[in-house]
């Protein structure tokens, strides 16, 4: 069990990643109204991003170390990673995006905390607070009072079954970026450029193939 001041460090944290996690949308819809295909567009920026991390890994001995060490299994832990949360998850959040209004996908993602929840149950052996289911169903309540009654017909509906292969997908990432990120002996910044290596090149790959670049501006790059 954590103590206090390292629970309230990572609740901080978690709240400084949904902020910039929140600002990314609005970059996104920057560049999907730019006519950047979607996935290409994905593909580019976690690639891009990988791209970066790579002195920050190996300009560190300590992470050089994990890195050379990794077993077998662990490959394959981190490479089933990032394709649910690069490949898959990104991918299809950024296809959402194409399709529907930034804040309507948000609320459906919104529903990501509920699945958790009850999944972590079973597969973690995590419950849920009082507090904690509260909160859930205030997310179930909400959620429902603005997508009721819906059509899900034409691009709405493609929008939305991108959008919930979107959550289904942060429920997937949640619960196996959990299980990894408890082993001891493999450090959070190795988990994330390994499995984000993998997660992107496989996503750029599939929207070059499928999409193509498209035209990219100097404002796009940035």
């Known amino acids: 069990m954590p103590n206090k001041p390292a629970r309230a460090t990572a609740i901080l944290q978690a709240v400084f990643i949904t902020f910039l996690w929140s600002t990314s949308w609005i970059l996104i819809k920057f560049g999907l109204r730019d006519s950047l295909p979607a996935l290409s567009f994905a593909g580019l920026r976690y690639f891009t991003a990988f791209l970066c991390m790579i002195p920050i890994v190996f300009t560190n001995s300590n992470e050089r170390a994990i890195l050379k060490n990794l077993s ?12 649910v949360v690069i490949t898959l998850t990104q991918g299809a959040q950024f296809l959402s995006l194409s399709f529907l209004p930034a804040a309507m996908v948000s609320l459906v993602l919104n529903t990501t905390s509920v699945f958790v929840g009850l999944a972590g149950i079973y597969l973690l052996r995590e419950s849920p607070s009082r507090l904690q289911w509260l909160g859930i169903t205030l997310t179930i309540i909400g959620v429902g009072i603005y997508f009721l009654p819906i059509s899900i017909s034409g691009v709405l509906g493609i929008g939305l079954l991108a959008a919930i292969s979107t959550m289904l997908g942060n429920v997937a990432s949640s619960l196996l970026g959990r299980k990894i990120n408890l082993q001891s002996h493999l450090s959070p910044l190795i988990v994330t450029f390994t499995s984000m290596g993998i997660g992107s090149i496989v996503l750029l790959t599939v929207g070059i193939t499928t999409q193509g670049l498209g035209t990219i501006s100097l404002g796009d790059w940035a």
């Open 72 to 83: 077998r299994a662990d490959w394959g832990w981190l490479a089933l990673l990032g394709l």
